[in-house]
């Protein structure tokens, strides 16, 4: 069964940073694609960043360019999303979502996501 | 690229057949995705490649389109229908998705 365990998320004052990291398992990590995907309450889900298998290939929203980092390390199974220059709008909640084998923009799968609060 | 989605919600019975429509800026060609979510879940696959069913949805939901117009059929609406429909594009980051369309009980 796949599973994605997010974590990291909490309650951060704007301009300061957060990582995010998600835990995978149940399929074979290095096959697939990883994406953050965001949802802010009430709100439809938004595309952050995306990094390929290899890690050879990454891309970022224009809204986020700049001031996050997607990483992968496959040794240990593990995404993560470095966050910094933190503002209001970026208070959602987070999803780590798997790539479909063959195409690595294609999300088939979402992790229930960690909650990101921006606010003094 | 931005989806359009259409109606923004819509209301229908138990049995019902509803079409959603997704429009987009520019073409994707048939790089065109469904996702559901129902409240306090995680958004689920429908529909990849425009028209192809993830494994294990019903045979009542179709979709098609290609270019730029996309459309989602549920034939013979159920319970467990209701829900908010988004139309996600996967063809040239940055992915985006459509505004969604959420399905009521009348």
């Known amino acids: 069964e796949v599973q994605l365990v997010e974590s990291g998320g909490g309650l951060v004052q704007p301009g300061r940073s957060l990582r995010l990291s998600c835990a995978a398992s149940?399929?074979?990590?290095?096959?697939?694609?990883l994406h953050w995907v965001r949802q802010a309450p009430g709100k439809g889900p938004e595309w952050v960043a995306g990094?390929?298998?290899?890690?050879?290939?990454?891309d970022y929203a224009d809204f986020v360019k700049g001031r996050f980092t997607i990483s992968r390390d496959n040794a240990r199974n593990a995404l993560y999303l470095q966050m910094s220059s933190l503002r209001a709008d970026d208070t959602a909640l987070y999803h780590c979502?798997?790539?479909?084998?063959?195409?690595?923009?294609?999300?088939?799968?979402w992790g229930q996501g960690t909650l990101v609060t921006v606010s003094s | 690229i931005q989806l359009t989605q259409s109606p923004s919600s819509v209301s229908a019975s138990v049995g019902d057949r509803i079409t959603l429509s997704c429009r987009a800026s520019?073409?994707?060609?048939?790089?065109l995705n469904w996702f559901q979510q129902k409240p306090d879940n995680v958004p689920k696959l429908l529909v990849y490649?425009?028209?192809s069913l993830q494994a294990g949805v019903p045979s009542r939901f179709s979709a098609s389109g290609s270019e730029t117009e996309f459309t989602l059929t549920i034939s013979n609406l159920q319970p467990e229908d209701f829900a908010t429909y988004y139309c996600?594009?996967?063809?040239?980051?940055?992915?985006?998705f459509g505004g969604g369309t959420k399905v009521q009980i009348k």
């Open positions: 979502t798997k790539a479909n084998r063959v195409s690595w923009r294609l999300i088939d799968y």
């Open positions: 149940g399929f074979t990590f290095d096959d697939h694609a």
């Open positions: 990094i390929s298998w290899n890690s050879a290939f990454i």
């Open positions: 520019h073409s994707v060609g048939t790089y």
């Open positions: 490649g425009a028209s």
């Open positions: 996600q594009q996967s063809d040239s980051p940055p992915l985006t």
